[in-house]
């Protein structure tokens, strides 16, 4: 019996080691099943919120929001700067809204860059809508220039648009939207304004009356309408004319262009500094002015200057008021 009872004892403390190594809550089959078993409960418990995730998105109708670049205008070009604004159509197809937490874009050409940045916090789009977001960036085009010296005004460079728009989708999570877009882009130079000369169709003190006929110069490698001409026209210090007319135009790129502009002033108004250029003294002259265009990428306010032209005036015979000196038809401009 004591040898029975020593066996005995012998197997419940082998028991008691096997039970303290796996565990209070032990199982007869070998530890490997056990690993296998628990790797499938945990592929089973994913896949469960896997099926639900699922079902609450076939459920409640979530789905991934679309965007596309519905538009990149110009509606301001300078000879210094271009606004632009990129539109981005943006379509929320869940129930509820979604935010937009980032924008950002960037703008290359050729693979150079040229503007880069992020607009944080862009808002929100509403539940089952469709929302126009707007990207307003500018261009500095000394910033270009300075950076990239092979490109000159008066050309049309062409650009790429990025925009990645960052949104965050309930049982989705954040997503990225990449969008691309290709177009052209000018780098706009200013007109060259010159006076080509003056014909005086009627002289006197008290009104005279001439066309003045400018050459315009189109450095871009693009088309101009002409719509509006603002000028100032100063003969021996003296205002001339200032005047904003409808002109209607076209001035094709790399081309020139001569546009008739009627004139009418008081000479004694003037003093007499001006009715001696009128009876045929050469004098200096002076214009200031802009030209308001269409160009294929939108309109453009072009400024132009001219300073320091010289010009000798003689009247043509058909004028009258002068004396018998002041023959002549011929009215050159001297620079």
Do not use: C
Not at 298 to 317: A, D, I, V, Y
């Amino acid at each position: 019996m004591a040898e029975g009872a020593d066996i005995q004892d012998r197997v419940s403390m082998a028991e008691g080691a096997e039970i303290q190594d796996r565990g209070l809550f032990w199982s007869s089959k070998p530890a490997e099943e056990e690993d296998k078993e628990k790797g499938k409960g945990e592929e089973e418990e994913l896949g469960f919120f896997g099926r639900v995730a699922g079902f609450i998105q076939n459920t409640i109708g979530f789905g991934k929001p679309t965007a596309k670049l519905s538009g990149f205008h110009l509606p301001k070009i300078t000879l210094e700067r271009a606004d632009i604004v990129v539109d981005v159509l943006v379509s929320n197809p869940n129930p509820v809204p979604i935010p937009l937490i980032d924008i950002n874009y960037l703008i290359e050409s050729d693979g150079r860059k040229l503007i880069s940045g992020t607009i944080p916090d862009a808002g929100t789009i509403h539940a089952h809508g469709s929302e126009t977001i707007k990207i307003p960036v500018t261009l500095i085009y000394q910033d270009i220039k300075d950076t990239y010296d092979d490109i000159h005004p008066g050309e049309v460079i062409p650009y790429k648009v990025r925009v990645d728009l960052i949104v965050d989708v309930p049982v989705l999570g954040r997503l990225t939207l990449p969008l691309e877009k290709n177009g052209e882009i000018p780098i706009p130079y200013k007109p060259d304004v010159d006076v080509e000369r003056i014909e005086f169709e009627h002289l006197s003190f008290e009104e005279t009356n001439a066309l003045l006929h400018l050459k315009v110069e189109n450095m871009n490698k693009f088309d101009l309408g002409l719509n509006t001409l603002e000028y100032s026209f100063s003969m021996a210090d003296a205002t001339i004319a200032n005047a904003s007319l409808g002109k209607s135009a076209k001035i094709e790129q790399r081309g020139v262009s001569t546009l008739v502009i009627p004139l009418s002033f008081r000479p004694k108004d003037l003093g007499s500094a001006v009715w001696d250029v009128i009876r045929g003294r050469g004098a200096g002259y002076s214009m200031v002015g802009k030209l308001e265009v269409d160009t294929p990428f939108g309109p453009m306010h072009l400024p132009f200057t001219k300073e320091g032209g010289k010009t000798k005036l003689k009247k043509k015979s058909s004028a009258r008021g002068l004396g018998d000196d002041d023959d002549d038809a011929d009215y050159s401009d001297e620079d």
